[in-house]
């Protein structure tokens, strides 16, 4: 049923999407700007603290997600009159709205809980329950405090007018925040999408499934400042129009950047022939960039995962031909370039609990090499198999020694000599292992916080079974419920069909059951108003058939229907839906990953490139390319 857009209710929800986040340039950015006016009037000293930034990516997601509900409401119209008014009301108490539609008073807080708090104080995370598969709003609230923790040390020098220092510089992405591309994905994704059957763009890879390939990545002066690994068309990465959202995750996908990284004299090792021991430099999958558009379409996907119109809103099987050619493209032709160990970022590692993860960051990992000084490599068929991190003869659990001293730890008298390569089969051998190494504290290699991890392909762990897991709820609620009547198997007028039903199999499904519909008990359930906004031609013939068209008949008809008994499932055979899977891919900013954490930074397990926020991702690889081409 379609709202009246000028209702109560949307008196709070913003007319324009406004990312609150700044870019690499941020200090002449007009959204940095604004956040330190702000800053300046609550006392911040002129500074941007990370409350503030908490604040900010909560209050971008309400507002997001406020127009996302309006759109659907006044234009789509197929949200159904019983669940609208769980999800969005009029607080009669407090004179105010309440729910989805809500505006929430998200404190200045780098508490995550303190934002659960506001949420549940217009209800929002109890109406967003109702509509999603899982409960979100602490996904949320994960990604805002990753957001603060992240950022504000990045950006702290540039409340004093102070440019960025290197060695921060280097994680962000490599173009100023001008085109403001996170806003306008995310204005486009609640303006254009959610008022669309088709959301399949949104959930698809950014670019063709093409070979990936290294290219010298350039800043705006045309001076070289590291490498890119992308797939390219010509001299211009293959952007394709879509969003790149991950399915079943709060991640985006992106391309690679790498850029190099000075050592410190207390940081530095060395082989035995003098040489240093190289370190990976800062690894960036620009991607996470997008912290709105991760927001936003996380949230969008677990509507889609919890059943309901939306969840006939996106093509699985297309989908998942799209993920596993781009996944397919990605680990093969890096693996034969050699760049194998790029593809940390792109692989799912498992935790302790069976969750799966995108990505494990190695940026300031030492770096074996051979004495041919080719690089040794940690990614090679056997982990996109499944079986661990580089080949058996190639690990050592004693790479280098160190010990300690009153000055910290130092390399000790021990230094190892170079890995051996095959000259036939081109296979690395570790060198032995010296005994008298033994008695200091030995570095493995791979980093043995490294080879504890189980690692897969992304598409495998966890995106096809989040296709997978929607595809079977499709079928299953079409057999179960009444939704059938709420969606277009087929295009109506100007409406097109829903994006599910380019599957021949589910479009007869869905037409079958509405014909079984038309004699069946159940029909006297369906609510009318949605049915007629969704396809006036199907519920003509719903009226036709004694269907109640207005709140009083149907009522009674409920009632009747409750007196007899429950009305059966239009199949009584068809099984019931599965319950939901669990949110995959963990969070691009989670809090406590910084390096502030006691931990490793290269250990962490969000890329921390990402930790200079995010919605900056347009990088400059040396040629010339455009995200309108993308069709954005």
């Known amino acids: 049923m379609k709202l009246d857009p000028n209702s109560r209710l949307f008196d709070r929800v913003p007319d324009l999407f406004q990312s609150p986040f700044p ?15 702000r800053a300046n009037s609550i006392g911040a000293r002129g500074t941007i603290g990370q409350s503030l930034l908490v604040q900010a990516s909560a209050q971008a997601w309400n507002q997001a997600t406020q127009m996302l509900w309006k759109a659907k409401a006044t234009q789509v119209g197929d949200i159904l009159p019983s669940l609208w008014s769980s999800i969005a009301w009029v607080n009669p108490k407090k004179d105010s709205i309440a729910g989805v539609l809500a505006e929430v008073p998200f404190p200045l807080t780098t508490d995550p809980n303190e934002l659960l708090r506001a949420a549940g104080t217009v209800a929002l995370d109890l109406a967003l329950d109702l509509v999603t598969a899982v409960p979100v709003v602490g996904r949320i609230a994960g990604i805002a405090v990753g957001l603060g923790q992240a950022l504000a040390p990045l950006f702290a020098n540039l409340a004093a007018g102070d440019s960025i220092p290197a060695d921060r510089r280097n994680v962000l992405p490599w173009r100023r925040y001008t085109e403001k591309l996170d806003e306008s994905w995310v204005r486009t994704f609640v303006t254009f999408d959610a008022v669309a059957t088709d959301w399949t763009p949104a959930f698809a890879p950014p670019t063709d499934a093409r070979p990936w390939q290294l290219a010298d990545g350039l800043d705006e002066q045309g001076n070289k400042i590291g490498q890119v690994l992308a797939p ?21 996908a992106g391309i690679l950047q790498h850029r190099g990284r000075p050592q410190t004299e207390s940081e530095a090792r060395f082989y035995a022939d003098g040489t240093m021991i190289q370190r990976y430099g800062d690894f960036t999958q620009t991607g996470d960039f997008y912290p709105c558009l991760q927001q936003v379409a996380g949230t ?25 050619d781009w996944f397919t493209a990605l680990y093969t032709s890096a693996l034969e370039q050699d760049h194998g160990d790029w593809l940390l970022a792109y692989l799912a590692r498992e935790l302790a609990d069976g969750e799966w993860r995108l990505g494990t960051d190695i940026s300031g990992a030492h770096r074996a090499e051979a004495e041919d000084y080719s690089t040794v ?18 690990r050592t659990n004693c790479f280098f020694t160190d010990i300690d001293t009153k000055k910290g730890r130092v390399q000790s008298g021990y230094l190892p000599p170079r890995w051996a390569r095959d000259p036939k089969t081109k ?112 519920a003509a013939a719903l009226k036709d058939a004694g269907v109640p068209t207005t709140l009083p008949q149907r009522a009674a008809a409920r009632f009747q229907i409750r007196a007899a008994a429950s009305a059966p499932p239009l199949d009584p055979n068809a099984p019931e839906p599965d319950p939901p899977l669990n949110v995959m891919g963990g969070l691009a900013f989670e809090p406590g990953a910084g390096p502030t954490s006691g931990r490793s930074r290269w250990l962490g397990p969000a890329l921390l490139g990402g930790a200079a926020l995010a919605t900056t991702i347009a990088v400059a690889v040396g040629v010339r390319q455009s995200r309108r081409a993308r069709g954005r």
């Open 232 to 252: 390219f068309a010509g001299k211009s990465v293959a952007w394709n129009g879509s969003y790149g959202c991950i399915p079943g995750t709060f991640r985006v």
């Open 300 to 324: 969008a996907w677990q509507q889609v995962a919890a059943g309901g119109p939306d969840t006939y809103k996106v093509d699985c099987a297309a989908l998942e031909s799209l993920w596993r």
């Open 377 to 394: 490599p940690m990614v090679t068929q056997r982990t996109i198999d499944g079986r661990g991190l580089a080949e058996d003869e190639a």
């Open 427 to 538: 296979a690395y051998v570790a060198p032995p292992v010296d005994p008298r190494a033994r008695a200091h504290l030995c570095t493995s290699w791979p980093h043995i916080q490294l080879l504890l991890q189980t690692y897969g392909r992304a598409d495998d762990k966890i995106v096809l079974p989040a296709l997978r897991t929607v595809a079977k709820l499709q079928r299953r609620r079409l057999a179960t419920t009444l939704d059938c009547a709420y969606v277009r198997p087929d295009p109506v007028g100007d409406k097109p069909a829903y994006a599910a039903f380019r599957d021949p199999r589910l479009r007869s499904l869905c037409l079958s059951l509405r014909r079984r519909l038309l004699k069946h008990p159940s029909r006297m359930l369906v609510e009318y108003e949605t049915a007629r906004e969704v396809d006036p031609v199907f």
């Open 23 to 37: 870019g690499a340039d941020a200090y002449a950015d007009e959204a940095f700007q604004a956040l330190l006016s």
